[in-house]
């Protein structure tokens, strides 16, 4: 069984993770984002990548561009030329216009230069295996620029796409999501299969028991998303090793 965790990520106590960027004050997943959680002391971010038309990973949650710019629709059809014409912030501010959707590229800079770690959530992108495989590999190349010093976690709700990375990608410790209603009793053979150093629950309907389960079996469990810092203290005192949330600056005390 394959549960150590990799050189890159030992079993942490307990960390923070700025969930798209400090998302509840800055339009997430953008620098701006990236940038408030850090000054706040944030030494761990989250967030989500996919890939566009010529190969370039970007950085964004949704699957379209709808709800978190200024555009609509698929962005699968762009290139990283289209990214200097989109707007990623005024739709959470108007302080934060002309804030861009960044490349993992600008990420991986950011990591280096602010010497903080990161949870990379690889999307479950829409468009097959071939993308989905072109997708993996991307990302692994730009985790060559990174910092030697540099931690990173990948994690998915795609177990095929984690255990393809694994597969081909194995030095990066890797963290299985779930939500509540798909925890199934196979958790144990996923994590394996996917060489899962984390399990990623959703915060909703988890027990303490159940986290001891995870614990017992040598998984560290970093939970999503947890807004409350009652609840992130109660995570914390039952063995999770990490919480995802909204509101970093205000759950830093925890650490
Ligand atoms: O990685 C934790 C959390 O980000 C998973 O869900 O939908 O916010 O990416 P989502
Ligand atoms: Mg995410």
Wanted: glycine share 6%.
């Amino acid at each position: 069984m394959d549960t150590i965790a990799s050189a890159l990520v030992p079993l942490f106590e307990r960390a923070v993770f700025a969930h798209r960027g400090l998302s509840s004050r800055a339009p997430e997943n953008t620098l701006e984002a990236f940038a408030l959680a850090v000054d706040r002391g944030a030494t761990w971010l989250e967030t989500d990548v996919d890939i566009l038309a010529d190969g370039t990973p970007v950085i964004i949650h949704d699957s379209t561009l709808d709800r978190t710019t200024n555009r609509a629709g698929s962005f699968y059809p762009l290139t990283a030329a289209d990214l200097e014409d989109i707007d990623a912030g005024s739709w959470y501010g108007k302080e934060f216009a002309g804030a861009r959707l960044p490349r993992l590229s600008d990420f991986i800079d950011f990591l280096n230069e602010r010497k903080v770690n990161a949870n990379i959530e690889i999307k479950q992108n829409e468009q097959g295996a071939e993308r989905t495989i072109l997708l993996i590999d991307a990302v692994a190349k730009e985790l060559e620029r990174l910092d030697p010093e540099r931690q990173i976690i990948i994690s998915s709700f795609g177990q095929p796409l984690l255990m393809a990375f694994h597969q081909r990608h194995p030095q990066y410790a890797i963290g299985v999501l779930y939500e509540t209603a798909a925890l199934y009793d196979d958790w144990l053979a996923v994590l394996e299969l996917c060489g899962a150093t984390y399990i990623h629950p959703e915060d909703s309907g988890l027990t303490a028991s159940k986290v001891k389960q995870f614990r017992e079996a040598g998984f560290g469990v970093n939970v999503w998303t947890v807004d409350d810092v009652d609840r992130a203290n109660q995570l914390f005192n039952w063995g999770c090793t990490g919480v995802f949330t909204n509101c970093s600056d205000q759950m830093m005390h925890l650490v």
